[in-house]
């Protein structure tokens, strides 16, 4: 399989400028999450729209452990684009946390939607706030997610310490909902668009109260250490069945992302694809209704935006860097 980066030591730059033959074929890999979430159905979608829509380009959505692994997927060139947290994307260009290892050298294409976080769990367990965590069996999400990341910063922002306080599993979102289904766990973390269908099946069991665990307090903590990355925000009332109120929670932004070496042509392809198909992907899902260009700042995603971009993005009046 041809990859992006791996393509332009051996065909050059020029495969994939704007006159390419619809004979050339090149494969875009997109790096989403576990299919329980939303990166999932809309990678789908993205996949979708770009080989319907690109000439010569065929788009396949690879199920991954999310974030993380989408990052590290395209350090190593497995991956072309993935879908991340900007958190997590923050930490990779940094060569920090998780990725220790190396720096990640990865540009913004754009701003794709509001990520929002997710601590659930039942009525019967008797946790109404943060600090009922305390003993409990709790799920903090999967290896190589963005959850992960987030979930032991709201964590540790409550005042509860995530090894000590917690008796803590790493699943994902539908594995998760399984777990507190069989009583075998708690409560768990998940950040999400909003609805994640795991989420909603859990909402929908029978015999079953879903209970949302408010955390916006602990906003403010998190960004003085982190930085101004995590906003207020609010899951609204009835976004799953029986949340009969609103949800208190914080949020971080969904960016999509590319190597540094993608070519110019080929970012500006993508981009320029998902917002004149953005019909189609929100068909897929509601969360593209979040496609939008006022979201399209350096302070949404401190990630330096790709030249391809910018110039999509400077033909719509936009100037980014």
Do not use: C
């Not at 991954?64 to 997590?88: E, F, H, P, R, Y």
């Not at 943060?130 to 959850?147: F, N, Q």
């Not at 960004?223 to 971080?252: E, F, H, M, W």
């Amino acid at each position: 399989m041809k990859r992006v980066i791996g393509s332009i030591l051996v065909l050059g730059f020029a495969l994939f400028a704007s006159t390419a033959s619809a004979q050339e074929k090149i494969n875009i890999s997109i790096g989403t999450g576990g299919t329980g979430g939303v990166y999932y159905p809309m990678g789908g979608g993205m996949a979708n729209v770009l080989s319907k829509s690109v000439p010569g380009m065929q788009a396949t959505a690879e199920v991954t452990g999310g974030s993380v692994a989408n990052l590290q997927l395209i350090g190593t060139g497995k991956a072309d684009i993935g879908l991340v947290m900007v958190d997590a994307a923050l930490t990779s260009l940094h060569g920090e946390d998780k990725f220790k290892s190396g720096k990640i050298p990865i540009r913004t294409l754009m701003v794709l939607y509001p990520n929002r976080m997710h601590v659930v769990t039942i009525e019967s367990t008797g946790i109404k706030k943060m600090t009922d965590l305390k003993g409990k069996r709790v799920s903090t999400g999967s290896p190589g997610s963005a959850t992960e990341v987030m979930a032991f910063r709201v964590i540790e922002a409550a005042g509860l310490d995530k090894d000590k306080d917690l008796k803590r599993e790493r699943l994902g979102v539908a594995e998760s909902v399984n777990a507190v289904k069989d009583g075998k766990i708690d409560a768990f973390f998940w950040v999400g668009g909003i609805p994640t269908a795991a989420v909603t099946d859990l909402g929908a069991t029978p015999g079953v109260k879903i209970q949302m665990i408010d955390h916006s307090e602990v906003v403010d903590a998190m960004n003085r250490k982190y930085g101004p990355l995590y906003v207020q925000d609010v899951i609204p009332a009835k976004s799953y069945p029986g949340q009969d109120a609103p949800n208190k929670v914080a949020t971080v932004w969904n960016i999509l992302v590319s190597h540094e070496k993608m070519p110019d042509q080929v970012a500006y392809n993508i981009v320029k694809t998902f917002f004149d198909k953005k019909a189609e992907l929100v068909a897929v899902h509601k969360e593209a209704l979040n496609f939008d260009y006022r979201y399209q700042t350096n302070n949404h995603s401190p990630i330096p935006y790709h030249p391809g971009a910018i110039k999509y993005f400077a033909e719509k009046g936009l100037k980014l860097k």
